[in-house]
């Protein structure tokens, strides 16, 4: 063949590739949406117009760009009538559509569901089989995740959450306390050592930001046994120290930007190439560092040494004496899988904990009878100090977990869950008298946040706080409910939740005992979505010590 023919050929390659190429995006951002649409609108599953390639995330962004979620304690009670203001084109969008309609996020279609009963029509029992976690967000989320629990399907899900239930048993949380309470002693020294050397005897303290790194803290060494604020050369606390930052930047990375075009094809590898790139950058020197823990946590097994008695029961050591014995090499766990499930820890594990707590702060800065209710609670229960490590007494703390379920109900940390149907999914409904199949490929959002402030479902005072809604289990099973879901719902309801509950008490108990805590006039009330639901602008409160030291 001569020169001009392979170059004739060369052409026709590229041309037939370019064509196939074009053929499959307009299949995949066009065609195939446009399909999918006109089989919803079938089975009665509608909403508001998408246009092409958006979707609707211009009249979002244009709906969120005209809200403000700010109030200020000064002129108004702190309101937590949050969901309108947070999502005000859901609100919009269910007055015009109910409680479960489509929404488009690029050429991805949501099915927005604020409906318990279809929520529990669709995933209830072997239905919860039918769903996995949504494309569109796993391939986001993959550098903070990997293919750790939260993101694994099918088989793989089932054996780690196997492997990794057990190393959250009551026995092993409760000596997962004293580091809870080494940590937390170490920022309530802090904020003493503020409020001594300020002109008054209290301090105004931003509680978010501390808590947030208490929790950090406490998550890094009950997962890997690390610490992240040591300052000491020794290269294991180093890599602690790195890992924690890294970890925090791609989290900022990620999700700091509000507006991700998610769904819209070409977007992530167009307009988002450079965070994309720095995030799986960071992804790959996190990894490096975790692998070295890894591999150090592998050397000390079976050393009987006093650094791996440290180590016993961080989850790590768990996880990795769960594949130990020769005669269950199916709990064996790669060190990949090791790797992804330290992050997945670290990302699901931390935030989400101190949001719980911030926010309870702050509702007990705002309601003084329930700050010195809890108080009193504590002092009657865990009399002295040091017997914080005692886990009965801690579960006697009762007015402690309404309030703890009141603060999930308003303030939910996950906003919401999302799933995609793996295949038609049929719902029927008894009381709406629904039915109707999901197809395929359908995305899920479940809203939280408005079925947590739903008046239908909670009744007229559903946006106040008023823990006491909990008391009565017999009234409202709420943990059977599939109204009340700040853990999820289902097999895949969180496995971390007991953690949670222990920190959350410990916490907050040695917060109690040691400070009065108010809300200071400047305090700006901005509830906003980034991933979590969190505060704006921290959580400044106004902290007086009550014992003096
Ligand atoms: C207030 C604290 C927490 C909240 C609000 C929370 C919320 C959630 C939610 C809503 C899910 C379900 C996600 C889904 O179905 O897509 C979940 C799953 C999960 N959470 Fe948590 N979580 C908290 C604390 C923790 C802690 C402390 C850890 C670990 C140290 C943790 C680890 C996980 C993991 C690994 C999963 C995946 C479970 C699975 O898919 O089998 N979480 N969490």
């Known amino acids: 063949m001569?020169?001009?023919?392979?170059?004739?050929?060369?052409?026709?390659?590229?041309?037939?590739?370019?064509?196939?190429?074009?053929?499959?995006?307009?299949n995949a951002a066009w065609v195939s949406p446009a399909a999918a649409r006109r089989r919803l609108r079938r089975e009665g599953l509608d909403g508001p117009r998408p246009s092409f390639p958006l979707g609707n995330l211009a009249e979002m962004a244009a709906a969120a760009a005209t809200t403000t979620t700010t109030t200020t304690s000064k002129?108004?009670?702190?309101?937590?009538?949050?969901?309108?203001?947070?999502?005000?084109?859901?609100?919009?969008?269910?007055?015009?559509?109910?409680?479960?309609?489509?929404?488009?996020?690029?050429t991805q279609p949501?099915?927005?569901?604020?409906?318990?009963?279809?929520?529990?029509?669709?995933?209830?029992?072997?239905?919860?089989?039918?769903?996995?976690?949504?494309?569109?967000?796993?391939?986001?989320?993959?550098?903070?995740f990997g293919r750790g629990l939260v993101m694994a399907e099918g088989e793989e899900w089932a054996r780690h959450r196997n492997i990794i239930a057990p190393?959250?048993?009551?026995?092993?949380?409760?000596?997962?306390?004293?580091?809870?309470?080494?940590?937390?002693?170490?920022m309530l020294a802090e904020w003493d050592a503020m409020a001594s050397s300020s002109?008054?005897?209290?301090?105004?303290?931003?509680?978010?930001?501390?808590?947030?790194r208490n929790a950090a803290e406490i998550i890094g060494r009950a997962s890997f046994g690390l610490t992240t604020t040591t300052t000491t050369a020794d290269d294991e606390d180093g890599d602690g120290v790195l890992v924690f930052r890294k970890l925090q930047a791609m989290q900022a990375m990620l999700f700091g930007q509000s507006n991700r075009l998610v769904g819209v094809p070409l977007a992530r590898q167009l307009l988002h190439l450079r965070s994309t790139y720095q995030a799986w950058r960071l992804?790959?020197?996190?990894?490096?560092?975790?692998?070295?823990?890894?591999e150090d946590a592998r050397r000390r097994q079976g050393q009987s040494s006093s650094s791996s008695k440290q180590h016993d029961h961080d989850l790590l050591s768990l996880l990795l004496a769960a594949g130990a014995s020769d005669d269950d090499r199916r709990r064996l766990m790669s060190t990949r899988e090791l790797v992804d499930e330290c992050k997945t820890f670290f990302f699901g594990g931390h935030e989400t904990t101190a949001l719980a707590v911030s926010w309870t702060l702050l509702m007990l800065a705002a309601h003084p009878e329930w700050q010195e209710a809890l108080r009193e609670e504590v002092l009657a229960e865990l009399r002295e100090e040091e017997v914080l490590d005692d886990a009965a007494a801690l579960g006697r703390l009762t007015k402690m977990g309404w309030v703890m379920n009141e603060v999930l109900r308003l303030y939910p940390p996950s906003p919401n869950v999302q799933r995609q149907a793996l295949q038609d999914v049929e719902v029927v409904t008894k009381t709406k008298k629904t039915t109707m199949t999901v197809p395929r490929g359908t995305n899920m959002w479940v809203d939280v946040v408005a079925m947590h402030h739903d008046k239908a479902l909670w009744g007229d005072d559903a946006n106040e706080f008023r823990p006491e809604r909990f008391a009565s289990k017999g009234q409202h099973p709420f943990n059977k409910a599939a109204h009340f879901l700040p853990f999820g719902f289902g097999s895949r309801i969180c496995v971390g939740r007991n953690l949670t509950a222990m920190e959350y008490r410990v916490v907050l108990a040695m917060v109690l005992r040691r400070f009065r805590l108010e809300v200071p006039p400047q305090y700006r009330h901005?509830?906003?979505?980034?991933?979590?639901?969190?505060?704006s602008n921290g959580i400044h409160l106004r902290l007086t010590p009550l014992i003096s030291h």
């Open 110 to 144: 949501f099915l927005y569901v604020a409906e318990p009963e279809f929520l529990k029509a669709a995933t209830a029992g072997g239905k919860g089989k039918l769903w996995g976690k949504p494309d569109v967000f796993r391939r986001d989320r993959m550098p903070m």
């Open 283 to 294: 992804g790959r020197e996190i990894d490096a560092l975790l692998i070295h823990i890894i």
């Open 199 to 212: 002109d008054s005897s209290s301090v105004i303290v931003d509680v978010e930001k501390a808590v947030v």
């Open 526 to 535: 901005a509830p906003r979505i980034m991933l979590s639901l969190r505060p």
């Open 167 to 186: 190393a959250f048993s009551a026995t092993n949380l409760k000596a997962m306390m004293g580091l809870m309470q080494e940590s937390t002693a170490k």
């Open 75 to 106: 002129t108004m009670m702190i309101s937590s009538d949050i969901h309108a203001a947070l999502f005000p084109y859901f609100a919009r969008w269910r007055q015009a559509f109910g409680k479960v309609f489509v929404y488009w996020l690029g």
């Open 2 to 26: 001569g020169g001009e023919q392979q170059l004739a050929c060369a052409c026709a390659a590229a041309v037939l590739a370019a064509a196939l190429a074009l053929c499959w995006f307009i």
